[in-house]
């Protein structure tokens, strides 16, 4: 079973304003996927706190990682300069596609700035803030990250 995390990256939700409500999703639909999920950990928005998290996420071995939140174009909003700090191969295709799909549902989707993409043998994408943004992303990628992590582990296409 290959393990996964979920981080949750909302300043409110760190400091215990709001309940974070996106990190839930996710971690449930990680866990029926098969995958060996904690609880969602929650950080504070902000390049440092998202790239910290990461790294402690790929020093646990962990194989994936989904973030929720802090990809929109608040000033706060810094996932993805975060991500990009720990990320060593961008998978642009992915985020594209989070996106497009993203916004036949909801028009604003396009405004996400989130990204995707590995570090060692680890997959990292990530995905906006709101509950329905993530049950909608989800499915897409669950649809491709054995693949991914098949690749990182050196296995020939199926």
Request: aromatic residues 2%; hydrophobic residues 45%.
């Amino acid at each position: 079973m290959s393990t996964a995390a979920v981080l949750t990256v909302s300043d409110r939700a760190a400091a215990g304003i709001r309940d974070d409500t996106a990190g839930p999703v996710a971690v449930a639909a990680l866990r029926e996927a098969g995958f060996d999920c904690a609880d969602a950990s929650v950080v504070s928005d902000g390049a440092d706190a998202v790239a910290q998290a990461l790294r402690g996420f790929l020093a646990t071995g962990i194989r994936l990682v989904v973030t929720t939140g802090g990809t929109g174009v608040a000033p706060r909003d810094e996932t993805p300069e975060g991500t990009s700090r720990v990320i060593e191969r961008m998978l642009p295709g992915v985020a594209e596609q989070l996106r497009r799909a993203g916004a036949t549902m909801t028009p604003t989707a396009m405004l996400s700035r989130g990204v995707a993409g590995v570090s060692g043998r680890t997959f990292i994408v990530n995905l906006p803030g709101s509950p329905k943004a993530v049950a909608e992303g989800m499915p897409i990628v669950l649809s491709i990250a054995q693949h991914v992590l098949d690749q990182l582990d050196g296995e020939d296409h199926r």
